[in-house]
């Protein structure tokens, strides 16, 4: 406890990163300890957005709770594998009045994210609820945190490339994933990829070009995304890129309804 005051900036009482680095990438096959919800009705919204959310104590006295529950507002975007928290910062004051997580498997760095949403609250007053973060592997555990077609964006930012062929099986984008993604998404919901591996990039698209759940958001619709500009702006790995004038492969893609087979025939898609 003591050394708190020494892990944060003294002019902007932020969390300084030094004290909070970590591998790079970790391997999200391996068993790991930490709490996951049973399903998503078991997630504790009031911990990570008490502004949105009533305490325990309101929960047992308020007698409209159960219909009140049902308006309050639940997760609509994720970055998965969120880093430092960077997107999700800059995406808070974007959207103010949705709730975002960030799901983060290295423990320091969900920590260091924790801390300096906390932070940013208690520097700027009524700023900053709609955000959170989880330590937890997205890989196993998504269908955990999100009902079906619950979300409106996904993240997925910069991944592990996991450049040996035996490892592209612990990559975050592949077809068997993309089938919870759509689970999650909802219809018309997008999923923002973005690396500067060539080589991961071209994986991505393909996976989701080859998804019949998922359709390429038209060029045009791009560029009056205000999201696509966070994507290479907003995270430190992004900066970093940037600073070093490389190059980034983007795959932008929209879920799209099911279309419903009958008799071998192809009907009007369905959600």
């Not at 391997?27 to 009533?54: I, T």
Request: with cysteine.
């Amino acid at each position: 406890m003591d050394n708190k005051p020494d892990r944060q900036s003294k002019t902007t009482r932020l969390p300084r990163k030094r004290f909070y680095r970590a591998r790079a990438h970790s391997n999200p096959l391996s068993d790991s300890h930490f709490p996951v919800p049973v399903s998503p009705s078991q997630f504790e919204y009031s911990l990570h957005y008490p502004h949105f959310y009533p305490s325990e104590e309101t929960n047992e006295t308020d007698v409209g709770i159960s219909s009140a529950a049902k308006t309050q507002p639940k997760i609509q975007f994720a970055d998965v594998g969120c880093g430092f928290g960077g997107l999700l910062v800059s995406l808070s004051t974007l959207f103010p009045d949705t709730l975002m997580i960030g799901m983060e498997i290295r423990d320091k760095v969900s920590e260091y994210v924790k801390e300096r949403i906390l932070a940013l609250r208690v520097a700027n007053p009524g700023q900053y609820q709609n955000i959170s973060v989880v330590r937890t592997n997205s890989m196993k555990y998504i269908p955990n945190y999100f009902e079906k077609a619950q979300l409106l964006k996904m993240f997925f930012l910069f991944p592990d490339p996991h450049f040996k062929e035996k490892n592209h099986r612990r990559r975050v984008i592949s077809m068997h994933l993309l089938d919870e993604y759509a689970y999650t998404l909802q219809v018309g919901g997008t999923i923002y990829t973005i690396t500067d591996v060539e080589e991961l990039g071209i994986w991505m698209k393909s996976c989701l070009e080859e998804h019949p759940l998922f359709e390429a958001v038209p060029r045009e619709e791009l560029e009056v995304d205000p999201v696509v500009k966070l994507l290479t702006s907003a995270t430190e790995e992004g900066q970093k890129v940037a600073r070093n004038g490389g190059q980034t492969y983007q795959a932008v893609y929209r879920r799209i309804a099911a279309p419903l087979v009958e008799n071998g025939r192809v009907s009007p898609p369905v959600n």
